[in-house]
């Protein structure tokens, strides 16, 4: 029985012992296996999994792009494998990839889905209307998509699938790599969806604090139904097992690690300024067994969430974790606290328009800083002028002590890049990727094959390494870009949005990687949209079109935001604060 109670309503999605595989040359991957479901009208429900457990396959198989190898689908009351083209246009589905014409206006954009999805000319008008006052999209009809924000055209995608207005709208991963300001309009449009049409609407994400957005979720592994239901339902079932952890003068980071894996330790995050903790059951944490020599240790019960649930749920299926060691091909010389990236007055014109006005800040050597800001506020072009990619308009900018003006090359020689988009060649093989990134970092001989090697077996790609890069999951994406990245020992590392669209697991892995990069003497520059990874960083700067609204490490940060209103403010307070303070401000007379 789903969520919501004893209600009679139609079932708008139906899958019962649903099955479907996938060949690869002579092996079958089970992408779903016996999976049985229903989803119901006038509720958003929540598709939550790690990667690879078979979300997309059954977003896919609900708006008929795909049949079931075995089982019985039914969508709206149509039978899926009898009638898929009927399904197909029944329903709303935005993939994670919205094919957007990204040369052609929102308004062409608009009209040439119209035109796909046979919306008859004389109901055009109204729908535009209807539809770009939804998602605010009104005042931009005319504007090039592909010069819309990241959250601009995630609404565009919205509005292109909801031209004819469908009784279940299938959402698939639609926040990832938008910052919160725009997540939170676009649940928004959601809510609205459900409260004023009765819509249906399954919407899987990475992000688990959007899971308790939702009044059901289903919960997949490797192609099975973990559980489903209500998200407070699960998250009640870890009360008194969470715990806030604090020891003054250790870096949050060193704590985590200290504490990952310990025994009766289920799972250790960076939060506030200390470590949360979960323990098994039966379990408290004794600071004298799992922190022994640390004084001053302060241990706290707070409420369980829901990524508590689900984190614990995933860590049964594949072990507890090992606290990271990573042998890294790093020899760090930079003396500790002296500045290795140093902004001054920076800017960056695109003809008339200013991606970035006169920014300055300075990263100190084994830093971990952050760069966060909402969609085009220019921390992607501030980026790629760090790396030497892009010369600066005006101002001075120095990495690894180079200036970038005279000498980008010898910079761009000390440091790693990870892009936001998977830069590596989907066609090649792990293994040819690392030949051919190590190649071009001037690595030969028995040097290059310790490096690949190193790589292979750090990060778990030795079973992949014939495995064309394209095909994997994006979990070991995001680990092969990384080792790339490491190939040649850099000492500075820069991490676009690293883990845009990872799963939990995934990303808490990442982390316990970059924190030993850093106590290792690495600088390590990233941006991020998810609020709670700003936690890892030591200090960080707030940008938003192209200038820096505040600077300062998260404590500092939130703690302007603390209120009446707000007694124990979020990161995620503390950016909506500044971007809606900064948005205010530019509209005042």
Not at 112 to 123: N, S
Not at 196 to 207: D, I, N
Request: aromatic share 6%; glycine share 12%.
């Amino acid at each position: 029985m789903a969520a919501g109670g004893n209600r009679e309503e139609t079932v708008a999605l139906a899958f019962d012992g649903v099955a479907k595989g996938f060949r690869q040359g002579q092996r079958v991957t089970r992408a779903l296996n016996g999976v049985s479901l229903r989803v119901l009208p006038g509720i958003v429900s929540g598709l939550i999994g790690p990667d690879g457990a078979g979300k997309t396959t059954l977003m896919r198989l609900a708006c008929g792009l795909l049949l079931p190898d075995a089982g019985e689908l039914q969508v709206l009351g149509i039978d899926v494998r009898r009638r898929p083209e009927e399904v197909q246009g029944a329903v709303g589905y935005m993939p994670q990839r919205f094919g957007l014409y990204e040369d052609l206006t929102v308004g062409e954009n608009l009209e040439l889905y119209a035109d796909l999805k046979g919306v008859p000319p004389a109901r055009r008008p109204g729908r535009y209307e209807e539809l770009t006052h939804l998602t605010g999209l009104g005042p931009f009809t005319d504007r090039l998509a592909g010069n819309l924000s990241g959250g601009m055209k995630q609404k565009l995608g919205l509005a292109c699938t909801l031209l004819q207005p469908p009784r279940l709208l299938l959402l698939d991963e639609p926040t990832v790599g938008v910052d919160p300001v725009s997540r939170r309009e676009l649940w928004a449009i959601v809510y609205r969806l459900v409260e004023q049409e009765a819509m249906a609407v399954l919407l899987s994400t990475a992000y688990l604090d959007e899971a308790e957005r939702c009044q059901e979720v289903f919960l997949l592994h490797e192609g099975r139904l973990l559980g489903h239901g209500e998200p407070a339902g699960f998250s009640h079932r870890m009360e008194g097992r969470c715990f806030h952890v604090r020891a003054p003068g250790v870096n949050k980071r060193l704590l985590q690690k200290e504490l990952t894996g310990a025994e009766g330790v289920v799972d250790a995050t960076v939060q506030k300024d200390g470590v949360r903790l979960v323990m098994a059951p039966g379990n408290t944490p004794e600071m004298q067994a799992l922190l022994p020599g640390r004084s001053g240790v302060t241990v706290e019960t707070v409420g369980p969430r829901f990524e508590d649930s689900f984190v614990t749920l995933l860590r049964e299926q594949v072990g507890l974790p090992s606290p990271p060691t990573m042998a890294i091909p790093v020899a760090v010389e930079s003396a500790g606290g002296e500045a290795v990236i140093v902004v001054r007055d920076v800017q960056r014109r695109f003809g008339e328009f200013y991606a970035v006005r006169g920014i300055s800040f300075s990263v100190r050597a084994g830093e971990v800083f952050g760069l966060l800001g909402a969609n085009g506020a220019g921390k992607s072009t501030t980026f790629r002028m760090l790396c030497g990619l892009l010369p600066a308009s005006a101002g001075s900018l120095q990495v690894a002590g180079r200036d970038l003006r005279h000498a980008a090359a010898q910079a761009r020689g000390r440091i790693g890049y990870m892009a936001q988009k998977f830069s590596l060649y989907p066609d090649l093989s792990v293994l040819e990727n690392l030949r051919f990134f190590s190649s071009a970092y001037g690595l030969s001989g028995r040097t290059q094959r310790q490096r690949i090697d190193w790589a292979l077996e750090e990060f778990e790609l030795a079973n992949l390494a014939g495995t064309a890069s394209g095909t994997l999951p994006l979990g070991f994406k995001q680990r092969l870009a990384l080792a790339a990245a490491l190939m040649h020992g850099p000492e500075i590392l820069f991490l676009d949005e690293p883990t845009s669209g990872v799963d939990p697991l995934a990303r808490r892995e990442f982390w316990q990687r970059i924190g030993v990069l850093a106590e290792r003497g690495v600088t390590v520059l990233v941006t991020t949209h998810f609020m709670e990874e700003a936690e890892y960083c030591d200090r960080l700067v707030i940008m938003a079109q192209g200038e820096i609204l505040a600077e300062g490490t998260p404590e500092s940060l939130k703690e302007r935001f603390r209120g009446t209103g707000r007694p124990e403010p979020t990161m995620e307070d503390a950016f909506i604060a500044l971007i809606e303070g900064h948005r205010e401000g530019e509209n005042a007379p």
